[in-house]
């Protein structure tokens, strides 16, 4: 057990990785719970604290993408997405080295990169000259932390250090793609980068998952429960939701709307003005929040989808099933 502190010491996150522990860090998608992923032992305290299984690989985190092929062999579709997209929030899966080691990967021969867009990671990955493996700084299964006191909710004492980097500007995870031998791109997981720019980019659309074989359909990034708060929610038309649970007490997460048939107190509009950003960046906030306070359900609405509306909808969807599997 630990006495978990938080703080901007950078000198300390750097020594504690060093030292083959874990540190909670910054980024701009959520903050991620992260180790040397070049040190298996260390990587393994990453699935102890957060009790995550062994068999759900962890993304890398590099300072640059000039370090990609250290680590991975790169393609040039997957270069191009590099150049146009790090540092940002896009994780490609490439061919790994034998550098990487198989507790990083689940034992696969590929590996999840990416170049986080946060000051203070970057400033700590140049510092401890080796990659991060980080995944989401929360209990498996639950809603991802935007914010240091979000993890040290669910992490106390499991921890030794929160680098404190703000709130999380993005609030949603990483997308995640492939390019795969044929020059397609795969689309693993919606996230932070809206699909609709990397379409433009690419000039064609993304294979989305369900046209695509079942490929690793145990990774989290594609658990059908997921990202889920301990209080019951249901996504659907909100005004017949409220209806259907009348006899209950419930809190609503809408986008830009309010129900004049629900007190305000128990509404949470993620964006008045309508930007999908702005709601992607408040809604594991308020899905933490809810949970917090005593309601029988939660009842969300159906977000455009369009943009990371799409995303928004993905994480709503797993939101709602309960039973972790
Ligand atoms: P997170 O749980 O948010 O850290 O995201 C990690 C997710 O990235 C995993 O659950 C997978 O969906 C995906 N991922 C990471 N590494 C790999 C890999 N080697 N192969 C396939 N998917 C991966
Ligand atoms: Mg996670």
New binding site residues.
């Given amino acids: 057990m630990f006495t978990t502190e938080i703080g901007t010491n950078i000198e300390k996150a750097s020594n504690l990785l060093q030292e083959g522990n874990v540190v909670a860090v910054p980024t701009e998608t959520?903050y991620?719970l992260a180790a040397n992923a070049l040190n298996p032992a260390a990587v393994a305290k990453i699935f102890e604290a957060k009790n995550?299984p062994y068999f759900?690989?962890?993304?890398i985190h590099l300072a640059s993408v000039n370090e990609i092929e250290k680590y991975a062999y790169i393609d040039e579709i997957s270069m191009q997405l590099a150049n146009e997209f790090m540092p940002g929030p896009l994780?490609l899966?490439l061919n790994?080295k034998n550098i990487v080691p198989d507790m990083?990967?689940?034992g696969?021969n590929?590996?999840?990169i990416r170049i986080p867009d946060h000051p203070l990671l970057i400033e700590l990955l140049h510092k401890v000259n080796f990659p991060l493996a980080?995944?989401?700084a929360n209990a498996f299964g639950y809603v991802?932390p935007v914010t240091s006191q979000h993890v040290l909710q669910g992490l106390q004492g499991k921890i030794p250090y929160i680098l404190d980097g703000g709130k999380c500007n993005v609030g949603l995870?990483?997308t995640?793609v492939?390019v795969n031998e044929n020059g397609e791109t795969i689309l693993?997981?919606t996230g932070g980068l809206a699909i609709e720019t990397i379409e433009i980019f690419l000039g064609k659309p993304l294979i989305r998952p369900l046209q695509q074989h079942n490929?690793?359909p145990q990774?989290?990034?594609?658990?059908k429960s997921h990202y889920a708060t301990t209080t019951p929610l249901i996504q659907g038309n909100v005004t017949e939701l409220i209806q259907q649970n009348s006899d209950k007490k419930v809190g609503i997460i809408s986008f830009k709307n309010q129900y004049q048939q629900v007190a305000k107190q128990h509404q949470f509009v993620l964006s008045k003005n309508g930007s999908l950003t702005e709601a992607a960046q408040n809604l594991f906030d308020v899905m933490r929040h809810l949970d917090t306070l005593d309601y029988d359900i939660i009842l969300a609405e159906n977000f455009p989808d369009e943009g990371l509306g799409k995303a928004i909808n993905d994480r709503l969807k797993r939101a709602q099933y309960t039973q972790k599997d």
């Fill in positions: 959520v991620g995550r759900n690989p962890l993304i994780t899966l790994k990083v990967t689940a696969s590929k590996v999840a980080a995944p989401s991802s995870e990483s995640i492939e693993h997981r490929l690793s990774t989290s990034g594609q658990l």
